[in-house]
């Protein structure tokens, strides 16, 4: 009896002593990555047609850096991305996307199954699309489908932005980065705020060259800064290039992308406006 | 903490951990005993033995209530509700060195004292009970891993008249599934008596458990089928390939009683207990702020949340490819803690401690004023003191914490400030943050009974007085309630009255007649007694004392060779209150939703036989029919968590739905064989029918709105468990030897079901889509077991 007792506890001592062997990797196969042939943006905007929207069945994949996300909530699920040749959005539903995707990553964005389409000329990279409804419902990539289509390769911390004059304002800035120049808000609008933060409603305020032309300065009403009210004077300003129909956009970043210092500008042009 | 404020789900974590500390105390209690019983020779009802260790499974709660058990040790209660901590925790293994004196059910009065709970469990701590003898106990349970060690010694009476009994145990399970988590337990029991003189003795005990366990989650079906496995949870990650679990509780406390014993004379008998418990008990679990869900079966993560067939697709091979995608992601939360300027942690794991101090006293008193009428008088005083505060245990690889209320929306305004005397603190590792607050509550119960007994009739009459009070302290003066939130509290008094009765009338001496009524109206719990107890000194605004009242009568009949139990039995609760604190998907806000005047019926028929055909097998069998109502429309109010500001107030529609999720019907079968005198077979099945989920009443009641008021029905279901015990005996010169076999395998059909399942109180409140917040299930284990090996000799 004794002997099955010493038996008994030397298995009880070998079960307590053996450790513990799990491992992640039992758990997870990897998420596949394969290394697709690399586009440009511009190249990749070819394929849209306005108002229609493209499966993307190629493997293929863009390279690019976030110039806007949802650190300030003026973009909501939705990052800008441009690369040397062009910007575009890409629709992320997730939240909190500047956590993971800061301004200035640089993305590996695969292609494969997601779909190209636009919202009122505004070109996107969107996951589905539902017509069901007779309308286009437009949804974003499934937050744990990110890791998938999406890696970060590095960081380029400095974003110069693109100085466009207004006549050199046209499609193929749309999701750039850009720094307007000698711009100043209309007169009748500078004791307005960006937006309406009371009842979260969006607002598109007038901006005018004084060289003549007008780009309207978009703001979510959700968007952190939209209880505060417009600058008065006259400089540069750093944003996004987006359109909505033949509307001219551009939104900023946070009120840093704002630099309105300087006296507000005179002479022809600007009467013109 | 992981799946903020959900009240029903910290509920089902105490009942389960509850069911498992019954199951192993249970089988401990077998090691104990000679676990060999002769034939109708059962303490308790047939029905609630068979149910006790076998019904979990299925989710059963007798009578269908809710909290359904309490233990009394001394003449004091331990009851996890009223005391606000975590009993079987820190009891667990205790009953080694205790003896039950008794177990009533449905109110039954006795000479313990007064029940205060459905299923009543009396204990004396007294090492005089045990007689001499050492035993060795190890059990091994593959499915989990789990090994437990007990050592018992007890000195039987020694030549100067002492008793001593003396108990160590570790418990501690090797990972074999994440899902079923770690336990680790060491404990250590000592009893000691001594008699002073032939008719009075005094005795110590002493208790301590040091107890670590990892808690599990619920989860959707829809998660739970992507993960291929029943007892899938979400409530565990990784953290650099190793494995993190951030739900836990632990328990320190260790507890000390005393009691005094005299028999004054052949007439009178007088009992004093003084009992006293310091320590802590803390819970951890994650906390997040303005940053994406990490719980990994969050609704939108979910394949179902899309509509589009090809990005479900593709969702559905991504989670059956990669099934740690359906498991904490603490890789993503480090990155996003330490990768921001500041590194502020977003996400961490927090504590929630509980720093408690509770002293008890109870006094018993005992005249038998002939053999036939006795009279006892009962006494039990509790002081305790609960502090709670929560501390961050892990930053997640960021550098502080802010000490915000992320309830409360960062508005510009300091309601969001925890401290206002501190605000904005960066709180690091370690150090304490959010609310912190404590609890005093004195309670003094008095009970006077009578006992009558006469050849044809035995009654007992029971009446109880008490009475309570609560005070809060706050530590911390916060944004949201800078007026009401810092300092002493008035202290709030709560009286309570039991009334009690019992008859037995013995027709013959094989037919028995039970008929026993009460009457209760209780105190509230402190911790629903106020609004909001961790923020604001408030009381609810319901609360109104809860009454319970019922009857219950039986008809026993003991046969030559079978024994046969009938009870019928009828509660009724009045004046229940409790709130929620949910997203209200309508308000766009977090809310808290209260309830109160709610009343609600159990009743309900129960039998049990127990027959031999012979001198090897015997049977018993059990059945119960019962319903478990809501029997009005009680109020309601929904207001704004971050304030006191109400959105919307009337009645809920929930009249005659169920209460409880408890099956309606319910058959056992118990079928033992006693091969020989030292060998036992038990097989042990049990059926349930009609069970429902458990249902959020505000969801319940807007879909009677809706006129979409079924109820989901839970699939029925039979769980088998059985046993082989087999003992051998020998004997040297000094001593006798016994080593005990024990083998168990529960669920051996390897049936899946439900062990609990509930509906979200979030709901679609703007499309009405029923099945975007769906239901949370937790599944019973599959085929399992365990063997167990004891030595023993004196």
Known sequence: MKKVSIHFYTCMLFILTTPACLKQSSFANNIYKSIDS???????????????????????SIEAVVVANDESNNLYKTISVQDSTAGILILLDGVSLYQTYPIGSVLRIQLKDLILTDYRRMIQIAAAIDTSSG??????????????????????????????SYKNLHDSLQGRLIKISNVEFASADTNL???????????????????????????????????????????DLVGVYSVYNSEKQVFIRDTSDILLKNKRCTGAAWLKN | MLFKGNKKLKLFCLLFVSIVLIQANAQEQREEEDWIPSMLQSKTSIYLQLLQYNGYGIGWKYRGSERASQLSINGMEWNNEKLGIDIAAAFQGLNSIYRTTGISTGYESNDNGLSSSVISHFANLNASHFSKNISLSSRYQP?????QNNLFWSSGKTHKSWFIVAKIQNEQNYMTNPALGLRTNQGVALSINKLLTKNQQISFSFWFNNRFQTKQTTSTKEAILLSGN??????????????????SKSSQLPFGFLQY????????????????????????????????DPRPDYYKYMPSYYQDSALKNQLIQLYQQNPSLLQINFDEMEKINSSNREKRSYYIINRQIAEIKIFQQSFKYQFDLSERIQFAFHSNSIFKKVEKHSQVASLLGGNYFLNYNSWVSDDGASSFQFDLKHPDKQIKKGQDWGAHYSISNFDQQFGLFVFLQSPKIESNLGLGYGIAYFQRQGFNQNGLFPDQSFGLSPRYFFPSQKLQWSLVYKSSPR??????TFFHQDAPSWNIAFKNVSLIDELSEYLLPIIKKGVNIGIHFIGI???????????????????QNFYHDYYNAFVQANYGLLNKAQYGVEWGLETSFNSIFNIQYGFSYGKNKILNNPIYSIQLLNGNYPLESGNLHLKNLPALSSPDMIMALGMNAQLSSSCRLSLTSVFAWNRFLELDYFRRSFLWDKSTSDVQALQNGVLSNFSVNKNFFFKTKKSNHRLRFYLQVNNIFNTIIPLFAYEQSRYDYKTFDQLKFAPKYLYGLPRNGSIQLIYQFN
Not at chain 1, 203 to 211: D, E, K
Not at chain 2, 143 to 147: H, P, R, Y
Not at chain 2, 511 to 516: E, R, V
Not at chain 2, 564 to 578: I, K, R
């Open chain 1, 193 to 235: 705020t960006y937006a309406d933060k009371k009842n979260k409603i969006g607002a598109s305020r007038a901006l005018r060259f004084c060289t003549g032309g007008t780009v309207y300065l978009r703001t979510s009403g959700y968007a952190d800064f939209a209880g505060i009210k417009l600058p008065s004077g006259n400089g």
């Open chain 2, 511 to 516: 037919l028995y007649l039970k008929f026993n």
């Open chain 1, 38 to 60: 690399v586009v440009s943006i511009k190249n990749l905007k070819k394929l849209h047609y306005t108002g229609e929207f493209e499966l993307i069945q190629k493997k293929m």
């Open chain 2, 561 to 579: 060779n079978f024994k046969s139990e009938l009870e019928l039995y009828l509660f009724q609760e009045q004046n229940q209150y409790d709130r």
């Open chain 2, 143 to 147: 499915l989990n891993g789990l090994v």
């Open chain 2, 261 to 292: 014993d005299k028999m004054i004379d052949a007439k009178t008998h007088l009992q004093l207990n003084w009992a006293i418990a310091m320590g802590r008990q803390s819970n951890d679990g994650l906390e997040w702020t303005s940053v994406r």
């Open chain 1, 135 to 164: 309308s286009m419902q437009v949804t974003g990539i499934p937050s744990p489908l990110f890791e998938k289509h999406i890696l970060v390769i590095k960081d380029e911390p400095v974003i110069r932005p693109i100085p466009v």
């Open chain 2, 230 to 247: 029943s007892i899938y949870h979400p409530g565990w990650g990784w953290m650099h390939g190793q494995l993190l679990f951030p739900n």
